[in-house]
């Protein structure tokens, strides 16, 4: 069966320090892979998405980046950090393929508080 | 454009009564519909989806939703609501015209009182 990590759990930043979280998946092969940002426990917004090897779509403008640089490994990366950029990360696998009737499938989130 | 809305901010139901957290969407061509779930501190997790064929939909733990293309709705439902179905749902829909991009609802904070 798939299974997806996400580390760390939890994370306190000054602002102006760089960020790293890492996702990734198991049980599956080619992926695509996706980082969302959860704010105040409701909606989420799409910030990154992957189909591929070192192939990153961005949705949203921002201080953030993103990088896949093995076939199941998903890395959210910020340079210098600020303080809107606190909520909660989450990771997310889908089959391959660019059917929209695919489901996602999220790993358990990471808890960002930049201070 | 995409769009998603859950009208209501929070439901509040009595364990044993049935439930129902609803849904609306806008979208180019056909949808294809979700309802995540998720538990405090937690990622979501998958309860249901429509694609295509029986506009009625069953998932896990005793859900269903109702696909209904007239009214653009797909209502979460249960017969029986738990208090263990307290938690955050969300709607989402996907289409081909949108790519890859899921929009999500803003979520309904579901209280079940014992």
């Known amino acids: 069966s798939q299974t997806i990590h996400q580390w760390p759990a939890t994370l306190v930043q000054p602002v102006g320090s760089p960020l790293s979280l890492e996702c990734t998946v198991e049980g599956t092969s080619n992926p695509n892979l996706y980082w969302y940002r959860q704010a105040a426990g409701r909606g989420l917004q799409l910030l990154f998405y992957?189909?591929?090897?070192?192939?990153i779509s961005s949705e949203v403008p921002q201080n953030l980046s993103a990088s896949r640089p093995q076939d199941r490994q998903f890395i959210l990366s910020s340079k210098k950090l600020l303080l809107s950029d606190s909520g909660f990360y989450l990771c997310?696998?889908?089959?391959?393929?660019?059917?929209?009737?695919?489901?996602?499938?999220f790993g358990p989130g990471t808890r960002l508080t930049v201070l | 454009a995409q769009s998603v809305a859950q009208p209501e901010d929070q439901v509040n139901v009595a364990e044993g009564n049935p439930l129902t957290v609803k849904c609306t969407y806008s979208?180019?061509?056909?949808?294809?519909l979700f309802w995540y779930v998720q538990y405090p501190n937690r990622g979501l997790q998958f309860l249901l989806k429509?694609?295509?064929?029986?506009?009625l939909v069953k998932g896990s733990y005793g859900f269903e939703a109702e696909f209904n293309k007239s009214q653009t709705s797909f209502h979460l439902k249960k017969p029986s609501a738990l208090v263990s179905d307290s938690a955050l749902y969300f709607c989402?829909?996907?289409?081909?015209?949108?790519?890859?991009?899921?929009?999500f609802g803003a979520g309904t904070r579901l209280f079940v009182k014992a």
């Open positions: 429509y694609i295509t064929g029986d506009n």
């Open positions: 992957s189909v591929g090897i070192g192939q």
């Open positions: 997310a696998w889908s089959i391959a393929g660019p059917g929209p009737g695919d489901t996602q499938y």
């Open positions: 989402a829909v996907r289409s081909y015209t949108g790519g890859f991009k899921t929009i």
């Open positions: 979208v180019s061509g056909n949808p294809y």
